[in-house]
């Protein structure tokens, strides 16, 4: 994938839209499905928008909660750019420490959107 497109609202119905290079895989396949973006400039990645399903189109907002640059929920878009509906993943690998190398294996195991375990890869 060469770019993603991806919205932000303020849920008042208009939408920026935005189109960025794919700088993350996080479904591990070795093709570029997300873009990681940090918002307040310390460095870290504070979420990244996600590409689940290959359309070019952002569908799901992995977002880091605690600002450790990890991908900790993931959400979808209720339509106005706020992406506030928590989405189920199941299981997501996630490059942790930023390195470009995958290393830690994120499972939803209850279906909230949230990280229930996070385990390191071998």
Aim: proline share 4%; aromatic share 6%; no cysteine.
């Amino acid at each position: 994938m060469d770019g993603l497109e991806y919205f932000f609202g303020t849920g008042d119905g208009s939408l920026s839209t935005w189109h960025s290079p794919a700088d993350l895989d996080l479904d591990h396949d070795g093709i570029g499905d997300a873009v990681a973006l940090d918002f307040d400039g310390d460095g870290l990645r504070d979420d990244a928008m996600w590409d689940s399903d290959g359309d070019g189109v952002a569908d799901r907002a992995v977002l880091d909660l605690d600002d450790d640059g990890t991908g900790e929920a993931v959400f979808a878009d209720g339509g106005e750019g706020l992406w506030e509906l928590p989405a189920q993943v199941g299981r997501l690998i996630v490059d942790d420490d930023g390195d470009g190398v995958p290393d830690t294996v994120l499972e939803d195991t209850d279906g909230d959107g949230n990280a229930d375990r996070a385990t390191p890869l071998p």
